[in-house]
């Protein structure tokens, strides 16, 4: 039972170059999320989905795309990278209480 | 505007030392969680607390829910080295999705 997986685990882009940020678990969650970790700023809330087929805007939206694949697979993608966006990105899913994590993606735009 | 609250933002104790991490928020929440993150790595989910006053401990780690569901505490007693890390509390606001605060990274020293 791997839990949340996500690929790619490191990334360097340069400016302006896209990417997808691919998230899969294997817990039957309705739930997915992505967030972003920066250094005093705590994890924030990019996108969401509840369910398959559905996808909502969080705390830090702009410069983001998501795609619901199916009820596993939940993707992010930066379609023109810019610096500010150098972060840890998380997918997490849920199905009550409690939050599953990947180990992350550590993105770096230069 | 950060809806939640931690302090301190750094601990760095000796091992058998007890300690306390405060989560503070003004906003009324239906449930909280606490989570560890190691380096290069998902937080864990330790705990989730959801009726106000609630007592839960895990070992040598008590959490407790304030009376009006507002506030959390994290209490580790004699804390070893292997309980080093990022501890986060979340909370919920009668949705599946969590509002995290900015962390408090303990080290402790052997």
């Known amino acids: 039972n791997a839990g949340v997986t996500q690929t790619p685990k490191f990334q360097v882009l340069k400016t302006g170059q896209s990417m997808t940020l691919q998230c899969a678990q294997d817990m039957n969650h309705n739930s997915m999320y992505w967030y972003r970790q920066d250094p005093g700023m705590g994890l924030r809330l990019i996108y969401y989905?509840?369910?398959?087929?559905?996808?909502d805007k969080g705390e830090v939206p702009n410069g983001y795309n998501v795609s619901r694949l199916n009820k596993r697979e939940f993707s992010l993608r930066l379609e023109s990278a810019a610096p500010s966006q150098t972060s840890v990105y998380f997918c997490a899913s849920t199905y009550n209480y409690g939050y599953t994590f990947g180990s992350g993606t550590r993105l770096t735009v230069v | 505007t950060q809806l939640l609250e931690q302090s301190p933002q750094f601990l760095s104790i000796q091992e058998g030392e007890n300690l306390t991490v405060y989560c503070n928020s003004s906003s009324v929440f239906s449930s909280l969680q606490w989570y560890r993150q190691e380096p290069g790595e998902g937080p864990v989910l330790l705990v989730t607390?959801?009726?106000?006053?609630e007592v839960k401990k895990l070992k040598r780690l008590t959490f407790q829910f304030g009376d009006a569901r507002k506030d959390s505490s994290l209490h580790i007693t004699a804390a070893q080295p292997g309980d080093t890390g990022l501890y986060l509390c979340a909370g919920s606001l009668n949705t599946d999705k969590l509002i995290f605060g900015t962390g408090t990274r303990l080290q402790v020293f052997p």
């Open positions: 989905s509840a369910s398959e087929g559905t996808t």
């Open positions: 607390v959801v009726t106000g006053g």
